[in-house]
């Protein structure tokens, strides 16, 4: 399928819920790819046990007493180790900053890897937790829930084929060479803003750089947001888009600029 690149100026600032409020105009890039968004949907341990001891034996004939103990014997059984992780999105926001560095590129990496892959079950883990956005959006939308698995959840799917769709042919030869933010673009959205309960950090235009057949190419994460320290994807492709399927936000040839900044 041919990848076309439309080239638009917004003049609108797109919050995490896909609605607008103001900012200054600014052009981006996106690669429009024709796939249809589909809305979807510890045990105890035993007390030690001894075995009892034999009684003596003692034989007449003879003053020799023979006494036979039998080993004494202790059973513990240890109980299972179990560990339950525990949804970060039922846990408070903080107002920690998350890093921009390498640190960014060891959070992105599994997104990668499901773009290769083209397993948007695999980039789930990497994508913003439901319960935080549930208690962003509480009494400001009619349903935050099928907002977050219609809109959000469906946008990333196709999202995730079309930039898989993107690597092309070489997809299996091509690498990873950079996850690049600019950490001057990072902004603390206030509770209230962008119609929004609880604040958070706002990184927009995080650049995936890779290598291909010899070409340097990358395109952009619309959108990270934080939630105690830790950036996770809210937008792949751009929002809002010129059409509702499956786009890759400002793809180029070499490792393009960061950002630009704005938006929510």
């Not at 439309?6 to 996106?30: L, N």
């Not at 196709?158 to 060479?177: C, M």
């Not at 996770?232 to 786009?247: A, F, K, S, W």
Request: hydrophobic residues 40%; proline residues 11%.
């Amino acid at each position: 399928m041919d990848l076309g690149v439309i080239t638009r100026r917004s003049t609108e600032r797109s919050s995490t819920d896909g609605y607008r409020g103001s900012s200054a105009p600014r052009a981006r890039a996106f690669c429009v790819v024709g796939i249809a968004l589909v809305a979807t949907a510890c045990g105890s341990a035993s007390a030690p046990h001894s075995a009892p001891t034999s009684p003596s034996t003692t034989t007449p004939a003879h003053t020799t007493t023979t006494t036979t103990l039998s080993p004494t014997t202790t059973t513990t059984t240890r109980p299972p180790s179990t560990t339950t992780a525990i949804d970060p999105g039922l846990l408070p926001q903080t107002v920690a900053e998350p890093p921009v560095g390498a640190s960014l590129r060891r959070a992105l990496e599994p997104l990668w890897d499901a773009i290769v892959a083209n397993s948007a079950q695999q980039a789930l883990p990497v994508f913003f937790p439901e319960p935080a956005y549930l208690r962003m959006k509480e009494g400001l939308l009619p349903d935050p829930a099928a907002d977050y698995v219609d809109r959000l959840i469906s946008f990333y799917r196709v999202d995730i084929a079309a930039y898989h769709q993107a690597l092309g042919a070489l997809v299996e030869s091509t690498t990873l060479l950079s996850v690049n933010g600019s950490a001057v673009d990072a902004e603390w959205i206030p509770p209230g803003a962008c119609e929004n309960l609880i604040g958070y950090w706002h990184l927009p235009g995080v650049r995936l750089v890779y290598a291909q057949d010899g070409v340097v190419r990358s395109f952009a994460v619309a959108s990270l947001i934080s939630w105690r320290g830790v950036w996770y994807v809210v937008h792949l492709g751009p929002n809002p888009r010129p059409v509702d399927i499956g786009t890759v936000d400002q793809p180029a040839v070499g490792a393009g600029t960061p950002g630009p900044p704005g938006g929510c």
